[in-house]
């Protein structure tokens, strides 16, 4: 038996049984196009054998399409009712028994995971997309490329380049861990509710190997926390209570890493922001 995909007017009619209302607060854009799960399944590359974690499965129309390619997936659901009802749904649509693990739980508590999953694909909702992701790229080292769709707002800065008018902290710590890319954009009309913003589809390969322990991990991302604290500041400023405690320590140690004390952070790759921390030496210097 085919596996097939969720269609709008079942969607609404599981919402329904389960008295879930779409709520901005959870993000609960669901997705009634199949056209539109199967080109985030295929955009991610999935293949038959993948295991697959997807955050926020909500009624299961992506569940079903990443399913529907062959892979297992692991499914983290912060809804109890979505989380009890989603197996019974995929089931009911041709899916094996034991393709389909569900953890009812929030996301940014989960750090083990069964199955070991290698792809991560999502419809990630605005509030909590950043966190998720980097929450989950630093406690599974397994995870070694995925796609999710989000808000063009979080896509874009995840994905911008330094000196671009978007970059951020967030754009710094997503490349500690590897490359990304915008890979496509989604209709507002996919969803229900529709949406009053655009979203896009957001792609990352983590780097083959790591750029630092987790100490050097947590001594960047301070340094990258401060340096963006406020934008458009100089480092020997912006970086000084965590570079030795004033604009003459932090410009040694900038200096050291070979960096201009007079820089912005917007201006800085990742691997400036590594060389920063490995130069400050001491992790409880910083």
């Known amino acids: 038996m085919p596996v097939t995909l969720l269609g709008a007017a079942e ?77 019974a ?86 490349a500690w861990y590897g490359p990304w890319r915008l890979a496509g954009t989604v209709s507002r009309q996919v969803f229900w509710p529709v949406p009053n913003v655009d979203s896009v589809l957001v792609g990352f390969r983590r780097d083959a190997e790591p750029r630092g322990d987790e100490a050097l991990r947590r001594r960047t991302f301070g340094i990258v926390d401060a340096a963006f604290q406020q934008r458009r500041k100089m480092l020997r400023q912006a970086t000084s209570a965590v570079l030795g405690g004033s604009a003459a320590a932090a410009s040694a140690v900038l200096e050291k890493a070979g960096v201009a004390p007079t820089a912005r952070g917007e201006d800085l790759s990742i691997d400036d922001f590594v060389r920063i921390a490995q130069a400050a030496g001491d992790p409880d210097a910083v």
């Not at 094996?96 to 419809?123: I, M």
């Open 11 to 87: 969607i609404r009619a599981l919402a329904a049984e389960l008295d879930v209302t779409p709520t901005k607060k959870l993000g609960q854009n669901f997705v009634v196009d199949a056209n539109t799960v199967r080109k985030i399944v295929n955009v991610a590359e999935v293949v038959p054998g993948d295991r697959v974690v997807e955050v926020g499965p909500g009624l299961g129309s992506l569940t079903l399409a990443i399913l529907e390619a062959g892979a297992s997936v692991t499914a983290v659901e912060i809804d109890h009712r979505l989380a009890e009802r989603l197996p």
């Open 89 to 174: 749904t995929v089931a009911a649509h041709g899916v094996a028994d034991g393709a389909l693990t569900v953890v009812d739980a929030d996301a940014l508590r989960v750090t083990e995971l069964p199955g070991d999953p290698a792809v991560l694909v999502a419809n990630l909702p605005y509030n909590v997309s950043v966190p998720v992701l980097l929450h989950f790229l630093e406690h599974f080292p397994g995870l070694d490329r995925g796609v999710v769709m989000v808000q063009a707002e979080v896509g874009e800065r995840l994905a911008a380049p330094p000196g671009s008018k978007v970059y951020g902290a967030p754009s710094v710590k997503a």
